[in-house]
DNA sequence: TTGTACGCGTTATCAG
DNA sequence: CTGATAACGCGTACAA
């Protein structure tokens, strides 16, 4: 690594010289301006950020915890944080819990091993000094891996910290299931069928909310017999379509697009085909949604939205305009769009 | 963060005996150990692993560079080296270029812009302190990024370094494309079309000769006009297809699962039926390939493989075992494998 | 057991 | 204008 003594010696000078140079302080004659920046160009060299956070109260530097970089919206979010932060001049930073890696899905039952691996990944961006942190879950739930008296500056996404120091950025996931519903409904379907994740699963609750009250704006009674609860994977999809169809229902509302594609299945194992016989829809736009027959319609999550949002309230404290609060709970959500493909019908 | 003189101004002894508590010396009796240990417990204390690395050789700490952790390839492979690492007691950081956000496919013909950004990133890893570095393209070519006297060891993935100091953990290619057009042949497939990339691209170039082989193996003729070079998306897999479909094969080899799509497109359009009517094969394994319709035979990339390599080799080179040394050339080529699901026909 | 110099690269301060 | 030197932070190593 190149160092600024290296810089000095090459050029018969002193580091301060070099230092002032790098860091516009005019008092420099022109000539050895131009002699050493020459230098500096030729070798290469690049400041050790740590060492200069050593003396400078700031890194610029951003540190992002994900819990598991293998799902399919956390690469997303990231990129976007990243992508904003350079734009702002910060640098970033990963590490990776690889949370579902290791306890598939049960992640967030045992505190305590929770926190053997959470605290040396914060200790780890600590070490390194980062000004602040964004944290990443691979879904939403209720976050306390800040205590209140951590010392530098964070922002949840897609979790909900309840606290106003750290702010959540997260899924509107009611609005999401309200457009989803208003949709069908719109195409004039009555009887829609649930198909999602677990009673006590954030998603799950929120956009079963907002289809309630999509219905109710439309006084149709909410059954829920229409609901069918399972893993959020294919195979829950398929069994949750052999039962809704049993009770004829006109449209399935998938919470995953993974959901949808066991749909499918069920519908090709039995001849049906969407959207003819029945309306699907799926909730992510993940990739898969494009490739399936017909093209499936579906709510697509605002991923890149939640990481501008996040790195955007982080940057914003760092760079110290405190008087903007987006709100008294610190808590923003943002909205899915229904992006519209081919797997619903519309009813006369 | 706790420090070390915290702890030691709590229990009221000096930093060097919790120190040596902390690195098992000895020289402490049972009562203060306890102590120190317990407060130790009580704070959460966690060494700062920068200033460790300030005095000790090894930081323990692997640095990761990605070319884009958008492409489905990335987080796979880095998983992988991440779980490796943990195992063998190292922990890892990463950092991502962005390459294919800020220049779409374009990344590696602007050397200097290419500079522009990576050395920042290598910066930023020598700065953390680093003890080797593995590196992640977003897809197989020649790389330089390693100076040859770069100062730590580094691994490259995916990519070919042709140089010794810094091994290559790649996919075989030509095995692949040998294997999958093998497969095609026992099938009873004698007229195969190709779809792939464009004629500069490693991976078109290396599948190609595997598939050639192959022919050449049951003493076929390879018939360049079989061969389309396109732009791996969907849409060059489309029109591929038009193109191929008119020349009469029987089964159509797509160098990219997203290639694939593009020609169910096709047949879709034109009410043709994989696999009756025409046999079709992807490669990659994306998760895709699993919601086709009929679901898709490929080639699954050996990216954990990959992951999990480069990390052993890494750190057999950090621990020290030098006499172990792959081959002359310090390239490893791992095997993809075929996965038979239904999109290929078996004639006659 | 403890005190303390040392390692790192940079910046800030002040003297020349 | 330029240079010498302290300070930054934290853990380690070694002498006391």
Redesign the interface.
């Given at each position: 690594?190149v160092t600024l003594k290296e810089i000095a010696k090459r050029c018969d000078v002193s580091v301060s010289t070099v230092s002032n140079i790098l860091n516009g302080i005019p008092k420099v004659s022109e000539e050895t301006r131009q002699k050493v920046l020459q230098v500096i160009r030729e070798t290469?060299y690049?400041?050790?950020?740590?060492?200069q956070g050593l003396r400078k109260k700031k890194t610029k530097?951003i540190g992002i915890i994900a819990e598991?970089?293998?799902l399919f919206s956390?690469?997303?979010i990231?990129?976007s944080i990243?992508?904003y932060c350079?734009a702002k001049n910060y640098?970033?930073?990963?590490?990776?819990l690889?949370l579902y890696?290791r306890w598939n899905e049960q992640w967030y039952h045992d505190e305590e091993e929770y926190n053997s691996v959470l605290?040396?990944a914060i200790?780890?961006l600590?070490?390194?000094?980062v000004d602040g942190i964004i944290y990443v879950p691979g879904h939403a739930r209720n976050m306390r891996c800040f205590a209140r008296d951590f010392?530098i500056p964070a922002v949840m996404t897609y979790g909900y910290t309840h606290t106003p120091e750290f702010p959540s950025v997260v899924i509107d996931d009611e609005k999401g299931g309200y457009d989803m519903t208003e949709y069908l409904l719109k195409m004039g379907h009555r009887r829609i069928g649930i198909i999602g994740g677990r009673k006590d699963n954030i998603h799950m609750d929120k956009r079963l909310l907002g289809y309630q009250r999509a219905l109710f704006d439309r006084q149709i009674f909410y059954n829920p017999d229409l609901v069918c609860y399972g893993n959020w994977d294919r195979e829950c999809g398929y069994e949750g379509a052999k039962i809704l169809i049993k009770k004829n229902v006109t449209a399935i509302f998938c919470l995953s697009d993974v959901i949808a594609?066991g749909v499918?299945d069920y519908l090709?194992e039995n001849e049906l085909e969407a959207p003819e016989d029945i309306s699907v829809v799926g909730f992510d736009d993940?990739?898969?949604a494009?490739?399936?027959?017909p093209s499936l319609t579906t709510a697509a999550l605002p991923l890149k939205e939640i990481g501008k949002k996040a790195a955007e309230l982080l940057i914003r404290s760092l760079d110290g305009d405190e008087e903007q609060t987006e709100n008294q709970s610190g808590e923003v959500a943002l909205p899915c769009s229904v992006i519209i493909r081919k797997s619903v019908k519309k009813l006369l």
């Open positions: 690594m290469g690049q400041p050790n950020y740590i060492a530097l598991d970089i293998s956390t690469p997303i990231i990129e990243m992508s350079e640098r970033t930073i990963m590490v990776n690889r890696a605290n040396p200790q780890e600590l070490s390194i000094k010392k594609g499918y090709e993940q990739v898969i494009q490739y399936f027959r």
